[in-house]
């Protein structure tokens, strides 16, 4: 059986290289591929990175196709005046956010900002001054963009003080995806919402336009998936904004209709298309599904070899699926995957990717996920230490799964509940306990002196809390409970 488990995984493996191999002969022949943008979009709203590692990490996404740097301040741009208490208390200093477009521009990476200005604006609506601005009053998510203060007071404020420290950037992104509940308020329901998004989007974009000639604004595009060229056409978007088509399954259209595609590039004299190397398998993901994404990206490509009007290729990376979400994957363990992908997209293959990340000569690579990940905490580059910190963590959580099967007879909660258990059972185990016990104390500090060469103190405990502590207070508990249980010497007649 498990010669069979090897032959097939192995020969899903070559199918895979063959896969690879097949695209790059394509991909080579290819001239409008070479000319796209290759972006990749950092996520500042969890875990955002020390610009000391940004700085370590531009040099090799630029070496690997990388042309722009798509950036989601969120709340960790420093806002002033009105705005001030929008930032977050640990957010970047203009002296960083300078440092970061220094080092950007240094290794020929343009910088474009992503600023939210429909939906997702939980982290300006969830406060109290901005409370009035919401569309709905119980949900901080969208913005009424019937309200006469949503754009002077928020929208355009928020532009101005980015733009006036990316005084050099030819685009903004200002999101607009996943307006759940546009035209719900009172004001709003009596308006199509096909107007109301085209209103609100065409309003931000002559800003932008008029404000900052050369600029140009970038949209996500499902709130225009179910729009037809006649919608289009009346409402006039295709004249302010260029839309960023995003899809993360291996089969694009299945989520993106053939008729959306086909009016698009009727509508758009340019289009932009958007995969994922990491924030897109699941909200509590400690590693990004490899395979996934690389299928992903295959079939973006497959599709914008017919495309004249693709402009460039974003990979996201998102650090939190919303505001209020916990983390998922951290970008410093997202890097092989990030390369990955980006070789893909530049060069149509992967050969390389040992070289650029430092890794064995030897090194054999598979796209299954545990596996991908175990081969790369073994390599040199610019956060591999917390890659092999967070395999370390999945160990952690085998033994502790393991250490529940080996006591579940003799230490339950029934046994705990009635203090009824076997002391030699018991002490057979606690030994096996204090020792796991130390070495989850022992992980929580080195992987906490790891995690800070990369985020900040407050998002180390964060990411601790969520991923650690939880084992940690298991078996800490269990530990007590083992102890009160050893110290009962008589017990009482059954029935309990």
């Known amino acids: 059986i498990n010669f069979l488990r090897c032959s097939v995984k192995m020969a899903l493996n070559m199918q895979q290289q063959i896969t690879i191999a097949a695209w790059a002969i394509t991909y080579a022949n290819d001239r409008e591929a070479a000319r796209r943008a290759r972006l990749v979009h950092l996520d500042f709203k969890g875990a955002p990175p020390r610009i000391r590692y940004l700085e370590k990490l531009f040099p090799l996404i630029a070496a690997a196709g990388a042309t722009a740097i798509l950036v989601e301040y969120e709340d960790m741009f420093p806002y002033e005046g009105s705005l001030a208490n929008v930032s977050a208390r640990n957010a970047y200093s203009k002296s960083e956010i300078y440092a970061l477009i220094s080092a950007a521009k240094l290794n020929n990476l343009q910088v474009i900002p992503l600023i939210q200005t429909f939906g997702h604006l939980e982290f300006v609506l ?95 595009d499902d709130m225009l998936r179910r ?159 917390a890659l092999l910190a967070i395999n370390n963590l999945s160990v952690l959580k085998s033994m502790v799964k393991e250490l529940r099967k080996k006591t579940g007879g003799w230490i339950s909660s029934y046994n705990i509940r009635y203090n009824f258990s076997s002391p030699m059972r018991i002490l057979q185990c606690l030994s096996e306990v204090t020792q796991l016990s130390r070495e989850i104390t022992a992980y929580r500090d080195k992987t906490e002196n790891v995690l800070l060469e990369y985020i900040d103190s407050f998002s180390v405990s964060e990411w601790l809390e969520q991923r650690l502590q939880p084992l940690q207070d298991e078996i800490i508990a269990l530990e007590q409970s083992m102890q009160n249980l050893m110290d009962k010497d008589t017990w009482p007649r059954r029935p309990l």
């Open 227 to 385: 729009w037809s060229p006649a919608d289009h056409a009346k409402w006039g978007l295709g004249e302010l904004v260029e839309p960023v088509v995003w899809v993360y399954a291996d089969d694009i259209h299945s989520l993106l209709p053939h008729f959306a595609w086909h009016a698009y590039r009727r509508t758009f004299s340019h289009i932009w298309t958007a995969g994922a190397y990491k924030g897109a398998s699941g909200e509590t993901a400690l590693v990004p599904e490899v395979q996934k994404h690389h299928l992903n990206t295959v079939s973006w490509l497959s599709i914008m070899k017919n495309c004249s009007g693709c402009k460039g290729y974003i990979l996201t990376g998102w650090s939190r699926y919303d505001h209020f979400a916990v983390l998922c994957e951290l970008l410093p363990v997202s890097v092989p995957s990030l390369i990955h992908n980006l070789l893909l997209a530049s060069r149509g293959d992967t050969h390389h990717i040992p070289k650029f990340l430092n890794c064995p000569q030897s090194m054999y690579i598979s796209l299954d996920s545990k596996s991908f990940h175990s081969q790369f905490s073994k390599c040199n580059f610019p956060g591999s230490d």
């Open 126 to 220: 969830k406060l109290p001054e901005f409370k009035h601005l919401r569309e709905l009053p119980s949900f901080p998510q969208e913005l009424c963009p019937l309200n006469p203060k949503s754009l002077d007071s928020l929208v355009y404020e928020m532009l101005k003080q980015v733009m006036m420290l990316h005084s050099t950037s030819k685009y903004m992104h200002i999101g607009c995806d996943e307006v759940y509940h546009m035209g719900a308020c009172s004001k709003c329901s009596h308006v199509d919402t096909k107007e109301l998004f085209a209103n609100h989007v065409a309003s931000i974009s002559r800003f932008i336009r008029e404000s900052y000639p050369g600029v140009t604004p970038l949209i996500w």
